[in-house]
T-cell receptor
């Protein structure tokens, strides 16, 4: 049973297109995240939702729009894709935000390549 | 200054060797510390939390030095399967975005 699942695993698209990545967790967690890992392997937080409420919105272009229909799902929509958006995007979840000793559970990642 | 800094490596060590990684953090208010492991083209997974008194899990030992603001990971008797990138993660209690990842240290264990 996959705890955090994200689709698609690979996404190859042209500049200027709009695409979405979906994420679902079956752990009953309240908090979900989107991270971006670039070619230098730096893992950077983009967004975090706690029980469908946006709590972290880092300096991310507004072409990126997260949506959380319920606390088990956090999707990421990207408009007008640019070459610099090419990266691996990881979804993650945790029991609650800001707690001591919180473990993050990551999805397997979506490799986005913008041509 | 970055919140968390690690030597990116790579560390290439023979099987059976002992290897240690350090990680420094800048925020003295940091409260929780972790080591995550990330295999090539895979997601990060929690390896171990780091407690104030230090802790050990099999061949892995984690230490915290609050005075000097660093944490360490020691791997004894390295196995080929230990080859991965080890991410240092630090959590503060200030702000909504309070979890910071290092860029990782890459380890390759050679037969």
């Amino acid at each position: 049973d996959t705890a955090v699942s994200q689709t698609p695993k690979y996404l190859v698209t042209q500049m200027g297109n709009d695409k979405s990545i979906k994420c679902e967790q079956n752990l009953g967690h309240d908090t979900m995240y989107w991270y971006k890992q670039d070619s230098k392997k730096f893992l950077k937080i983009m967004f975090s939702y706690n029980n469908k409420e946006l709590i972290i919105n880092e300096t991310v272009p507004n072409r990126f729009s997260p949506k959380s229909p319920d606390k088990a799902h956090l999707n990421l929509h990207i408009n007008s894709l640019e070459l610099g958006d090419s990266a691996v995007y990881f979804c993650a979840s945790s029991q609650a935000p800001g707690g001591m000793g919180e473990k993050l559970f990551f999805g397997s990642g979506t490799q986005l390549s913008v041509l | 200054r970055k919140e968390v800094e690690q030597d990116p490596g790579p560390f290439n060590v023979p099987e059976g060797a002992t290897v240690a990684f350090n990680c420094t953090y800048s925020n003295s208010a940091s409260q929780s510390f972790f080591w995550y492991r990330q295999d090539c083209r895979k997601e990060p997974k929690l390896l171990m939390s780091v407690y104030s008194s230090g802790n050990e899990d099999g061949r892995f030992t984690a230490q915290l030095n609050r005075a000097s603001q660093y944490i360490s990971l020691l791997i004894r008797d390295s196995k080929l399967s230990d080859s991965a990138t080890y991410l240092c993660v630090v959590r503060t209690l200030t702000g909504a975005n309070n979890l910071f990842f290092g860029t990782g240290t890459r380890l390759t264990v050679i037969p």
